[in-house]
T-cell receptor
Framework: NAGVTQTPKFQVLKTGQSMTLQCAQD?????MYWYRQDPGMGLRLIYY???????DKGEVPNGYNVSRLNKREFSLRLESAAPSQTSVYFC?????????????FGQGTRLTVV | GENVEQHPSTLSVQEGDSAVIKCTYS??????FPWYKQELGKRPQLIID?????GEKKDQRIAVTLNKTAKHFSLHITETQPEDSAVYFC???????FGTGTRLKVLA
């Protein structure tokens, strides 16, 4: 039982490049989330998926897109990376919608855009 | 949407002393209040949570109190140890809004 798995763990991009962060959970959870973590800013919600087939914007969605590929997988795409997107990204999942139960986080992806 | 404020942003205590971190929330419909601990370079992990039908919950050295009328809740850590040093986040749900975090340093 691996929980929530994110790939990659580290990534360096040049401005304008694109990439996709992958996230998968094996807990049969309905809801999945993408957060970014910046110093002093806490965890800010980018996008979430309440259930398979649905996605919604969070607090800071600009510059990102998501895909809920199936119940297990939720990917985050940066189409044209900018230095302001340098951050640590966390994927999370919960059994209930709206994070109304314990959230399980992936190990994080440290992204640097130069 | 929900707004969660967390204070203080940093907290230093001597080993063995108590630490208290406070959060306020804005949405009276919130009914689930978890606390997460994030050690350096690691992922956040749940340490304790409380639902709106109780006012206090304890788990060994940690406790959470909830005041629904005032819309605030607090994390209490007693007999702090060096391994308690970490960043602590509160959250209020439904919703997925976290506080900005408190960096706790326990000085030996």
């Amino acid at each position: 039982n691996a929980g929530v798995t994110q790939t990659p763990k580290f990534q360096v991009l040049k401005t304008g490049q694109s990439m996709t962060l992958q996230c998968a959970q094996d807990m049969n959870h309905n809801s999945m989330y993408w957060y970014r973590q910046d110093p002093g800013m806490g965890l800010r919600l980018i996008y979430y998926s309440a259930s398979e087939g649905t996605t919604d914007k969070g607090e800071v969605p600009n510059g990102y897109n998501v895909s809920r590929l199936n119940k297990r997988e939720f990917s985050l795409r940066l189409e044209s990376a900018a230095p302001s997107q340098t951050s640590v990204y966390f994927c999370a999942s919960t059994s209930q919608v709206n994070m109304n139960t314990e959230a399980f986080f992936g190990q994080g992806t440290r992204l640097t855009v130069v | 949407g929900e707004n969660v404020e967390q204070h203080p942003s940093t907290l230093s205590v001597q080993e063995g002393d108590s630490a208290v971190i406070k959060c306020t929330y804005s949405d009276s419909a919130s009914n689930y209040f978890p606390w997460y601990k994030q050690e350096l370079g690691k992922r956040p992990q749940l340490i304790i949570d409380i639902r709106s039908n109780v006012g206090e919950k304890k788990d060994q050295r940690i406790a959470v109190t909830l005041n629904k009328t005032a819309k605030h809740f607090s994390l209490h850590i007693t007999e702090t140890q060096p391994e308690d040093s970490a960043v602590y986040f509160c959250a209020a749900s439904p919703g997925a809004t976290f506080g900005t975090g408190t960096r706790l340093k326990v000085l030996a």
